[in-house]
């Protein structure tokens, strides 16, 4: 089992930069894919981004391609999103998620079988 916790949310203007990070329990953590989400007021919960297991690949929501970075860092059970040139409809409770095993890159939250309590983000223009 692994137990999720989110950090480094906070109040950003536009245009502004945020690292969030995830730090996670347990020893199995290289063995899982891990993913982040955000929910907007009102919204359904949306994917972000995922990276593999070993960090080799890495898939990105269409509308953060580009300015944002997923990073892992098994050696400190930990994954990372920076977020660059932040706008507005950015604003969400982000969320870390993760995937057994982590072969596969996926994009619906369903497939994830761990979540942390989320971080706001909130993007002011």
């Known amino acids: 089992q692994v137990q999720l916790e989110e950090s480094g949310g906070g109040l950003v203007q536009a245009g502004g930069s945020l690292r969030l990070s995830c730090a996670a329990s347990g020893r199995t953590f290289s063995s899982y894919s891990m993913g982040w989400f955000r929910q907007a007021p009102g919204k359904e919960r949306e994917f972000v981004a995922a990276?593999?297991?070993?960090?080799?690949?890495?898939n990105y929501a269409a509308s953060v391609k580009g300015r944002f970075t997923i990073s892992r860092d098994n050696a400190k059970n930990a994954v990372y999103l920076q977020m660059n040139s932040l706008k507005p409809e950015d604003t969400a409770v982000y969320y870390c998620?993760?995937?057994?095993?982590?072969?596969?890159?996926?994009?619906?939250?369903?497939?994830?079988?761990?979540w942390g309590q989320g971080t706001q983000v909130t993007v002011s223009s």
């Open positions: 998620a993760a995937n057994f095993p982590g072969h596969e890159l996926f994009t619906a939250d369903y497939e994830y079988d761990y």
């Open positions: 990276i593999s297991w070993n960090g080799g690949n890495t």
